[in-house]
């Protein structure tokens, strides 16, 4: 199996663009989805991209998925930011086996 | 709009068991997959087991595999979550997701495993 290493936390200022980072150990990121969760203290988590690049509706178009088979990476990139994109960001896929993976979770904090 | 809800969870001794429910509105259950993910007090958030839109395909997180069991019943739009022998380690915030692209999560239910 793989895993999926985030940063432990990232920190920006309001206004700022920041890029939370998620690298596969092993395997391609391309060969499955990767989907980005936002979770607010005390919250559930919420989605916030799907299928590596899609965003849900009602999620601001402040925020972006992307991957990069050259450093087999995943990042969601926040733009204009807010304090209340103040969260834990996790991102995750799936196995061949359909089991999924997450990574351990950033906490952003804006400043 | 799409609805979770759980319910089920509460304390429980070691070695005990839960069943946890999942009902599920708004959408189409029959064309969602589903899953169970669990939150550890303070920790990350940890995949348990998935269970594709007719039911036919399952999978389990290597942790929970022989003592959990997932299953949906489509005509009462809901997805369960049976726990035998639990452990303190399966203390946890536990949420049903699920969708056929978008993934939906619901507000979880805390299981707590303790003498």
């Known amino acids: 199996n793989f895993m999926l290493t985030q940063p432990h936390s990232v920190s920006e200022s309001p206004g700022k663009t920041v890029t939370i980072s998620c690298t596969r150990s092993?395997?391609?990121?391309?060969?499955?989805?990767v989907q980005w969760y936002q979770q607010r203290p005390g919250s559930a988590p919420t989605t916030v991209i799907y299928e590596d690049n899609q965003r849900p509706s009602g999620v601001p178009d402040r925020f972006s998925g992307s991957i990069d088979s050259s450093s087999n990476s995943a990042s969601l990139t926040i733009s204009g930011l807010k304090t209340e994109d103040e969260a834990d960001y996790y991102c995750?896929?799936?196995?061949?086996?359909?089991?999924?993976?997450f990574g351990g979770g950033t906490k952003l904090t804006v400043l | 709009q799409v609805q979770l809800v759980e319910s089920g969870g509460g304390l429980v001794k070691p070695g005990g068991s839960l069943r946890l429910s999942c009902a599920a509105s708004g959408f189409t259950f029959s064309d969602y997959y589903m899953s169970w993910i669990r939150q550890a007090p303070g920790k990350g958030l940890e995949w348990v087991s998935y269970?594709?839109?007719?039911?036919?395909?399952?999978y389990y997180a290597d942790s929970v595999k022989g003592r959990f069991t997932i299953s949906r019943d489509n005509a009462k739009n809901s997805l369960y979550l049976q726990m035998n022998s639990l452990r303190a380690e399966d203390t946890a915030v536990y949420y049903c997701a699920g969708g056929n692209s978008e993934v939906y999560w619901g507000q979880g239910t805390l299981v707590t495993v303790s003498s």
């Open positions: 092993s395997g391609s990121i391309a060969s499955n989805y």
């Open positions: 995750q896929s799936y196995d061949s086996s359909i089991r999924g993976v």
């Open positions: 269970i594709s839109s007719s039911g036919s395909t399952i």
